[in-house]
């Protein structure tokens, strides 16, 4: 069995951070270090560390995490301008939290794609 993260604990409700959505899929909630003006992080109900362990079996969730980023950018009022979305994985990718997490970023320009 893959180690929790926080991010059991968030979608548990076991510490206190306010859930932007939440189903028997998935959850989002902000970010705790905003990069942009609005940067929420939308995860899969079920620990999956890394892109690399996803199987056939997660494709209702993972679709799911995409209608929900759709909603949630309808929500945030950032939808017509645009947003990206982001899900790093390991080293080479900047991942830092061992489950799946899909970045919702925008409310400001967000300039080119990558910086190295
Ligand atoms: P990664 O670099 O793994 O793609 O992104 C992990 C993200 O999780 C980071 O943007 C970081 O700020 C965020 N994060 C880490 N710990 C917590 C937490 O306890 N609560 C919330 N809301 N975000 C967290």
Same mark, same amino acid.
């Given at each position: 069995?893959?180690?929790e993260t926080i991010f059991s604990?968030?979608?548990?409700? &076991?510490? @206190?951070?306010?859930? =932007?959505?939440?189903?028997?899929? *998935?959850?989002?909630?902000?970010?705790?270090?905003?990069?942009? $003006?609005?940067?929420?992080l939308i995860i899969p109900n079920?620990?999956?560390?890394?892109?690399?362990?996803?199987? &056939?079996? @997660?494709?209702?969730? =993972?679709?799911?995490?995409?209608? *929900?980023?759709?909603?949630?950018?309808?929500?945030?009022?950032? $939808?017509?301008?645009?947003?990206?979305?982001?899900?790093?994985?390991?080293?080479?990718?900047?991942?830092?939290?061992?489950?799946?997490?899909?970045? =919702?970023?925008?409310?400001?320009?967000?300039?080119?794609?990558?910086?190295?």
């Amino acid at each position: 069995m893959p180690e929790e993260t926080i991010f059991s604990k968030i979608i548990r409700q &076991e510490i @206190d951070t306010p859930l =932007l959505y939440q189903d028997d899929l *998935v959850t989002a909630f902000r970010d705790i270090a905003p990069r942009v $003006d609005t940067h929420i992080l939308i995860i899969p109900n079920t620990l999956i560390p890394t892109i690399n362990e996803v199987t &056939e079996e @997660d494709e209702l969730a =993972l679709g799911r995490m995409i209608t *929900v980023a759709k909603k949630l950018a309808e929500q945030e009022g950032i $939808d017509e301008d645009g947003y990206r979305l982001i899900i790093n994985c390991n080293k080479h990718g900047g991942q830092e939290v061992y489950h799946i997490h899909m970045h =919702l970023l925008g409310g400001q320009p967000l300039g080119p794609m990558l910086s190295i």
